[in-house]
């Protein structure tokens, strides 16, 4: 199946996009209104960032009982054996960042925030909902930006996939082109896809939140970090999800709010402890 690419300025990109959606499980939007030049500046300040030492880093580390910071080689797929083989640094609007790194973060996260959120009003529009999901889109607590800072793998590393199979927990993930290769989504047929490299673009993922909210009207998005062969995996590589979330009372079904569902999935993937709550 030929992955989908929507153009922002079609006329019908809304319609498109959840067709996308729903036919692909995930969606590539061309041309959105992101700035390429702010994504590649955000990447290399970062990855200058990530080569300082593991007590510099620390000094921002997730505090316990918390969620937003830095941490390394701690989170973990569900039902994976090892660890994803990364770094991270999640920044919410609360998160202490380095000062060097403020303005150009927040500028990321505002632009990707409202991609998600207009995303989230083509979903409302073409799609049959018991509630608005534009009135119970987080705006301040809750969304995140994620930068996920992959070191080059040596030896046996390199036959290791970087990060397991898995799904978002949020609404929306909205992610421009990382820096390096590696990115493969699950289309609803169980066929894998090479997300490619390309500029002016960023991919639509469904979490689970949205799939739960839609009642399995669109399905999350299944997706993979595999390692690049020969060379490449060498290379560091830095990719910047944004995790559109829903307000923190939302109920997403009899059994879960946004906040205690977000609370179970964070202690399973082990960013939070089992005795903690968001």
Request: glycine fraction near 4%; proline fraction near 6%; include cysteine.
């Amino acid at each position: 199946m030929k992955i989908s690419r929507v153009n922002y300025h079609s006329p019908a990109t809304g319609q498109a996009v959840v067709e996308s959606l729903q036919k692909n499980g995930f969606c590539i939007l061309v041309n959105p209104p992101l700035d390429d030049q702010l994504v590649e500046y955000n990447y290399q300040l970062w990855h200058k960032w990530f080569q300082q030492t593991g007590k510099q880093k620390g000094r921002f580390a997730i505090m316990p009982g918390k969620i937003g910071g830095y941490a390394i080689n701690r989170e973990k797929a569900q039902a994976a054996k090892y660890p994803d083989h990364k770094e991270i640094f999640d920044c919410y609007r609360h998160t202490k960042l380095p000062n060097e790194l403020k303005q150009s973060t927040f500028q990321l996260s505002s632009a990707l925030h409202q991609i998600g959120a207009e995303c989230i009003k083509w979903i409302e529009n073409h799609c049959k909902l018991s509630r608005p999901l534009t009135q119970i889109i987080d705006h301040s607590n809750r969304s995140v930006l994620r930068v996920a800072y992959y070191p080059a793998l040596t030896g046996l590393q390199a036959h290791n996939q970087r990060v397991s199979p898995h799904t978002d927990i949020n609404m929306l993930t909205i992610q421009p082109a990382p820096s390096s290769e590696g990115l493969q989504a699950c289309d609803i047929n169980g066929v894998w896809h090479d997300i490619p490299l390309n500029p002016n673009q960023v991919i639509i993922k469904i979490g689970d939140m949205l799939s739960k909210l839609t009642n399995g009207q669109l399905i999350s998005t299944t997706h993979r970090v595999i390692s690049p062969v020969n060379v490449r995996c060498h290379i560091p590589r830095i990719a910047t999800p944004f995790f559109l979330h829903c307000q923190s009372k939302v109920k997403l079904s009899n059994q879960y709010t946004s906040d205690s569902y977000l609370t179970e999935r964070l202690q399973e993937i082990e960013l939070l402890d089992a005795d903690c709550v968001v």
